[in-house]
Each structure stands twice: as C-alpha cells, then as structure tokens.
C-alpha cells in the first residue's frame, strides 16, 4: 500500500466544489498571483463574505403602549432636540 502524499488537517472537512470554466481559470490565476492553495482563496473568500447575524431587535419595557415607528430618543439627533431653544415661545 502506498503513503498519501498529501496530509490534510483533522480539524477541516473536505468538500467538494463546482466552478465553471471562467471561475476556475480566475481562482488558478489568483493562487498563481498570490502563491497560496485554491482552497486557502476559497476559505478567504468565505470568510469574508459570511456576517455574524444582526443583533436581535430591542424592546423597551413599556413597548405598544404608544404609536409611533419605536424609535429611540437615542437614535434622535442633538441637532433635533436643540432646534428652537433659546427662543421667546410666547412671541412679541
């Protein structure tokens, strides 16, 4: 029986991946230019496109019992809360 030449690390899975023509001429050229394996630029490419999920929507202790869209006084600008202050309310 003859060793594998090829040792593959225990703490991946291997798969396998279907590339047309076009993207697997890209991905030879871009290990070529980058002198690293096709499957590290597949890993990269993985990483970079998966985002950690979007928090979870916040909910306030007194929620539905107003209208309105449920924006925070947080989200409000200071530009908005400071518009009209300092100015005569009652007029001439």
Do not use: H, N
């Not at 991905?27 to 630029?41: F, M």
């Not at 209208?67 to 006084?73: L, M, N, P, Q, R």
């Amino acid at each position: 029986m003859q060793a594998c030449p090829t040792w593959y690390p225990t703490f991946m899975k291997k798969t396998s991946v279907y590339l047309s023509e076009r993207d697997d001429a890209r991905l030879a050229e871009l290990s070529k230019r980058e002198g690293r394996s096709r499957a590290e630029i597949i890993r990269a490419a993985i990483a970079a496109y998966w985002s950690p999920p979007s928090p979870k929507r916040r909910t306030f202790l007194m929620e539905g019992c107003a209208e309105g869209d449920g924006t925070s006084a947080a989200d409000i600008p200071e530009e908005e809360y400071l518009k009209g202050f300092g100015e005569d309310s009652f007029g001439p």
